[in-house]
């Protein structure tokens, strides 16, 4: 039985993209949750942020991302689910992830994770002082809830995909 993999980290970190790797990689299913909860909803994240707002999302996130994470543990096949960007400010969440045994950062510089964002129509990276300004608000909750940190600067996503999958083979090793 796999745990989950678990991929956390601010929006434009590149967890999607390393996520498909990293499943790939380790011969397993990836979901975004982001597409999960556009698809619970019925609607897009930016719909769902200017028709209803911002807390009506979060209450689909909730339920989403545990319904993701009992069907990945129930399976036990290892897989990879890269969480949105504001997953972690939710409690619920939170206390999960602290559970987990493979809860990984994608750590990125706000500066990056902006300008990969902007233009994508994210409700949330539309200003960049207000970006950075969130960035710093939820870097304390990324660390908090990661098991483990990746840097990721400057780093492509096969890199970082190679990197989390060693992580992951290093902690089957040890379980």
Known sequence: MAPP????????????????????????????????????????????????GEEYFRRHEEETVHHLIDAAESRGDGTVISLGGGAVTIGSVRRRLAGMPLVILLDQDAGTCFERSRGGGRPLARDREDFERLYRERERLYREAAGHVLDTRGKSAAAVAAAAAEIVRREGESA
């Open 5 to 52: 993999v678990i991929l956390i980290g601010f929006m434009g970190s590149g967890k999607s993209a390393v996520g498909k790797r990293l499943a790939a990689e380790l011969g397993c299913r990836f979901v975004d949750a982001d597409d999960e909860v556009e698809r619970a909803m019925g609607i897009s994240i930016v719909d769902a942020f200017s028709r209803h």
